[in-house]
DNA sequence: TTTATATATTGATAAGTGTCTATATAGAAT
DNA sequence: ATTCTATATAGACACTTATCAATATATAAA
């Protein structure tokens, strides 16, 4: 059970940078599910996501810059994992409640 | 343990408008841990916020919308709780995984 | 050293949104 | 009814940002 313990204005700010711009995008949250299925690269997520390859690279930069994917190079391709286990954790916490409210109408 | 089922466009477009929408904002995500604490109004979270109270009521209706909180009329207040636990769950295994990155350092 | 492929960066633009002031609405009290 | 307090809404504006086309960089292969 986490502690509820009072958050500090300054601890908000690192949140909202680390997370809210994170996946404060539908490609970008799309783009954590994926890279969390198995390891991708930029040509293949640029396949999945009906955006540009320019605009898939803005996209990981900024996740990457949140440790929120990792890149590893292999070749000339960039393959892509999910940063760490609990985005997902969170994520699916997230996504049970956001599946009770759309089925409660 | 959450399951890791594949998820659909139209999911993540969901999760996009509940979540993403929802906390994609610092003082959305202070109102959210403020109204975990205890049961606040408006004028109170105004006070906390450093904003206008138009602007708290806005955000309070965004994430009102979405379920994230609810409000209750008692008298010529309205108090604001916290709309599901899942919600400080899954901010609070975000939390420690910002309060690991930013000590990384 | 070219050539080809994969990814990143730059600059511009359009769309979205957080914030404010002003005003409206709702309930309680006199 | 009027006044007061609490909250919500409307409209305007500034700022952010998602996206694209064009270009640069990096690795591999010929």
Redesign the interface.
Known sequence: M???Q??S?D??????H????G????KR??LL?LV??QPRNVTELTELLDVTQPTVSHHLRILRE??LVNAERDGTSIYYTLG?P?????????????????QEA
Chains 1, 2 share one sequence.
């Not at 996946?23 to 539908?26: K, L, P, V």
């Open positions: 986490t502690i509820n009072m958050i204005e601890e908000v700010a690192l949140m909202h680390y997370i809210c711009e996946i404060g995008d539908a949250l799309r599910y969390a299925e949140r440790g760490d609990r985005i997902l954790e969170a994520m699916n916490i997230l996504r049970s409640f956001v599946a009770d409210k759309t």
